[in-house]
């Protein structure tokens, strides 16, 4: 039944079921891959037409529904809460370095002084 | 464009079914799966499922078999560039060569229900052939097609 489904042959009733079937987590045998075997398949057969493009007034139109959709588009759950994480990620960084940054401050002031001191030291011994 | 056109052999209507495949290919994008067939692979059968859809809602598959089959094929209506040109002629002519390899019995089938977008069931009807002999015509047709078109997919 995969490569009917595919072929968007099947009747709605029989879809239907086939797309709730896929849907479910019950045990496949074969189902998925057979599916996505078909799918290729339909996937190569558009290129035996000849292609046609649309007036330039659909790219027009198309562009103008884009901008109205981003106005109103929000982020699937999954992008977002990736990109809440990578956020996240880069704060923790952030003050990670800070707090390193911090840390080895008076430890840098005390080597630079120490060696300025010896510096100093050189410098006498020159003389 | 030229799969809904083919499908509902209507200008306006295949122009309306690109603009509402690119709102969805839009809205749609992170389930986008390179490994099922590229980008375009995708468009296409976001169109085609689209014109369908549409063809279906609107009950014009009320057509005969000698009206599908006399429509002639659509004509691009710009020039690809040289490289573009190249590539479709590859891979037009490897997918022409798959079809051409099927029985008759099966080609005129699959040609019924990709680019035509018709049912089996209508396919039945129209043919005059038992639903179950379309069924398996299909499956044959797209079994032998994955076989022939296997190189093309690696």
Redesign the interface.
């Known amino acids: 039944m995969a490569p009917a489904y595919v072929l968007v042959a099947l009747d709605d009733q029989e879809r239907s079921a086939c797309t709730q079937h896929l849907a479910t987590r019950a045990p496949h045998h074969g189902c998925r891959e057979a599916v996505a075997a078909a799918e290729m398949v339909a996937a190569r057969l558009g290129a035996a037409l000849i292609p046609q493009r649309p007036s330039p007034q659909v790219w027009r139109e198309i562009a103008a529904r884009l901008q109205e959709d981003r106005g109103t588009a929000t982020l699937p759950d999954e992008v977002a809460r990736r990109r809440g994480l990578y956020h996240l990620c880069g704060w923790l960084v952030a003050a990670a370095l800070v707090g390193v940054y911090l840390y080895n401050a008076p430890l840098d002031r005390r080597a630079l002084q120490a060696k300025i001191g010896l510096g100093g030291q050189v410098a006498s011994a020159g003389h | 464009?030229?799969?809904a056109?083919?499908i509902l052999r209507n200008v306006e209507e295949?122009?309306d079914i690109?603009?509402e495949t690119?709102?969805e290919l839009?809205?749609r994008a992170?389930q986008f799966d390179g490994r099922?067939?590229?980008l375009?692979?995708?468009i296409?059968?976001i169109a085609?499922?689209r014109a369908?859809d549409r063809l279906?809602s609107c009950s014009t598959a009320g057509r005969t078999i000698d009206e599908v089959m006399a429509t002639p094929?659509?004509?691009?209506?710009?020039p690809?560039s040289p490289v573009e040109h190249t590539e479709?002629r590859l891979?037009?002519s490897?997918?022409?060569e798959?079809?051409a390899a099927l029985p008759p019995e099966q080609r005129r089938t699959?040609q019924l229900?990709?680019?035509d977008?018709?049912?089996?069931?209508e396919?039945s009807a129209k043919t005059g052939c038992p639903l179950g002999t379309v069924?398996m015509r299909?499956?044959l047709?797209?079994?032998k097609?994955?076989t022939l078109?296997k190189d093309?997919?690696s």
């Open positions: 464009m030229a799969i056109r083919r295949a122009e690109v603009q690119f709102l839009w809205r992170p099922r067939g590229g375009v692979a995708w296409v059968t085609r499922s369908i279906r094929e659509v004509h691009p209506s710009g690809p479709r891979t037009e490897k997918v022409a798959a079809l699959i229900a990709y680019f977008g018709l049912s089996q069931t396919i069924k299909v499956k047709a797209v079994g097609l994955k078109l093309d997919f």
